[in-house]
């Protein structure tokens, strides 16, 4: 039995060295793509639902934008607060603010999928980039950094979408689950296989959107206007990445569990909707860093050929740091290198029993 669990853990580290090596590598030592200047007008979208103090306090960094010409589409969805309110009053300052409004109805719960539909019909610019109305962007070069990804024809370009810094081991994890899926989309996107992006800085076409009938394949799921979308569109040659420091967003951290575990649970209910290669390569990863752990402190503790067992999981780890290190510094995370470890196990448990929890009530608010 212990000869067959340390097989099995020398296998699943040798897998687990494939994916850092092959999968994450390129990503992580990429050098930062220089795309030529961009001029095209873009239209910025942003979804708002009872967002009226984000919107106060956000407005000017995406107003104050680098760039040649854009519009900036503000949608009311429905919104019980002051929103709609601020929203006008925007749109009659500025010439290039287009107010839309979703009107509040008893039947209605809200959907983003539908607001952010209306959005892009209201669009008078082919080039679209959507973000959040709890994001900022992080410099006043955002639009002109992110539509670069458009030049030689890509219709798709993924960004980043960071969270603030705050105190605390919940905004660790929620950054680090950032960071992570940051890494695996991007890393996937480099090699071809784009499965998802981030509503919170995510730009692609007009025409795109219209000539596959927008939302309309996955419209019953509540969640998945970035991710799905992505995975139903990208082909191996209409994607690009954008991640310099200048293209970020920062988006505010939830700062209550409670919160958190409800926006991963609606989260995790599109990955099954993915395409059977992209499930079954990131099954396969989280299925392999779960049996890494599991058998790896099992072993441990049983105390029985621990110098062997200790080689194998050193092995792992310089692996994982060393395309994770320059990953964390490209993305502006180096804080997380320490924790990483840490973080990593309890996101694998965390997801497990997220999961689980799906398996036996589905979230039903997006």
Known sequence: MEFFLIISLAVITLLQVGYYGFFFFKFAYSKSTHFPEFNKPVSVIISCHNEYEPIKENWEKWFHQDYIVFEIILI?????????????????????????QIPKDVNYRGNKKNALTIGIQKAKYEYLLFTDADCI?????????MSKGFMDGRNIVLGYGKYATNKGFLNKVIRYETLLTAWQYFSYAIHEQAYMGVGRNLAYTKNLFQQNNGFQSHTTIRSGDDDL??????????????CNSESFTISTPKNRWKEWIQQKRRHITTATTYKSFHQFLLGLFYLSQFLFYFISIYLILLNKHTALVIFIVILRFLAYYFTLIPVAKKLKEKDLILFAPVLELFLIVFQGIVFVMNTVSKPKNW
């Open 137 to 145: 962007p992080a410099s006043h070069q955002w639009i002109k950094e």
């Open 229 to 242: 979308f992505v995975s139903q569109n990208a082909t191996k040659t209409n994607v690009s990445v954008v």
């Open 76 to 100: 009311d969805d429905a919104s019980t607060d002051r929103t709609w309110e601020i929203i006008q009053s925007l749109a009659s300052q500025f010439e290039n603010v287009k107010a839309v």
